[in-house]
């Protein structure tokens, strides 16, 4: 059979797994694997979205002016530096398709979100994955590998899938060190769940730096991840530019809506935060003083930096209908879901302790131990 010629990067690209198989089991496993908001919408936002399914026989607003103007006064900031997208994911492949001049290179921390290699590669950008110094970003190194290539610098604060956190001072300096030809974007998927003194908004600083770019999401802290609603706030300049790259009407009108409804009940979203980060706070200290070793998360998950031992964890908790994600031979993330499922969680790490298996990479903690290495 002869198939018509299509980019050689799609024979290479990783395709998304949405969560790692839980095999043998009919009942739908306790999702902690993709960082997802463990509580069912607000009725408030239910009404406002089962409203808004009598008007899709339209296209949507194709600028999203209602919630433009929503987040626009939530922040304190003009409309004109805010475009929203399908998911932040959806705006990530829009930087990076407009950066994409032939020989461009983005620089990002490894590990970090597993997205970003595969929407570099589709949009023909080069990547240079700085790994993590003691599960944190590399700012030093990454600053070292920035060169007269790199027109994108991402970083993801709180990292997916350490947790960890840059400081805002450490996050300013860094973004003044940056060549203002290369544009800064700062991933904030997780900001809502940052609980510290020292970490502060990357959005602070876009008045002062036009090559700054933020990323927001409605998918975690304000639970609509099944809508598909992020944004991206910018200078006023570049975020026209970006706006040109989107699809048109990429944003439903559902989504839009019921985005809006969210920013409406923000108060009562983020107590739902506040639950989540006592949570994460129960399960890591009982993981701690059994004998794990967790770096402190500032998001909604916790990394487990398990070496070659991460895909028998994965298995293992798949086994008991538990549903975390391994990354290769690296380690394991899970989600703080549920106190339920939660404990079910904990229960499942006991067990693996109770076989004898290790809690931590194992001796001389290889640190920065690549996807593909063999440990
Ligand atoms: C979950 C996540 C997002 C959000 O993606 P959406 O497309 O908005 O659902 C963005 N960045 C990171 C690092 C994430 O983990």
Not at 65 to 71: E, H, K, Q, R
Not at 340 to 357: H, I, K, P, T, V
Not at 367 to 372: P, T
């Amino acid at each position: 059979m002869s198939y018509p010629p299509l980019r050689a990067v799609l024979e290479t690209v990783a395709s998304y797994k949405p969560s790692d198989g839980v095999h043998g089991s009919t009942e739908r496993a306790r999702p902690l694997s993709a960082n997802e908001s463990p509580h069912t919408p607000l009725p408030g936002i239910v009404e406002v979205i089962e409203r808004a399914g009598s008007l899709v026989n339209r296209y949507p607003d194709p600028g999203c002016g209602p919630l433009v103007d929503a987040i626009a006064r939530s922040h304190g900031i003009e409309e004109d530096r805010i475009v929203a997208g399908a998911g932040s994911v959806a705006l990530l492949q829009t930087l990076f398709q407009a950066i994409a001049d032939p020989g461009a290179e983005a620089v990002y921390a490894w590990p970090s979100f597993e997205v970003y290699p595969t929407l570099a590669a589709l949009a023909g950008v080069e990547s240079v994955q700085v790994p993590l110094a003691d599960e944190t970003h590399d700012l030093r190194a990454m600053a070292d590998r920035i060169s007269s290539r790199t027109r994108l610098v991402i970083i993801c604060n709180p990292n997916n899938p350490t947790g960890t956190v840059v400081g805002h001072e450490e996050l300013r300096e860094f973004i003044e060190s940056v060549p203002p030809t290369c544009l800064v974007a700062v991933d904030e998927a997780y900001y809502e769940y940052v609980r510290g003194p020292a970490v502060s908004s990357a959005l602070r600083l876009c008045a002062a730096h036009p090559n700054l770019v933020v990323l927001r999401t409605f998918s975690k802290a304000y639970g609509l991840a099944g809508l598909r609603t992020g944004y991206l706030v910018g200078d006023a300049h570049v975020v026209e530019r970006l706006r040109r790259a989107c699809l048109p009407y990429a944003v439903n009108t559902v989504a839009q809506q019921a985005a809006v409804a969210a920013l409406g009940l923000e108060e009562q979203l983020l107590r739902r935060v506040d639950s989540t980060v006592a949570e994460r706070t129960r399960v890591r200290d009982t993981l701690v003083r059994r004998g794990w070793e967790i770096p402190d998360s500032q998001a909604n998950f916790l990394w487990l930096r398990l070496g070659r031992h991460a895909v028998g964890f994965g298995e293992w908790c798949a086994g008991r209908s538990i549903a975390v994600r391994a990354f290769g031979d690296v380690g394991v993330r899970v989600s703080i879901g549920s106190a339920e499922d939660n404990d079910q969680f904990l229960a499942a790490a006991d067990e693996w302790r109770s076989a004898g298996r290790t809690a931590t990479a194992g001796a001389g903690r290889p640190r920065q131990v690549r996807k593909e290495a063999e440990v």
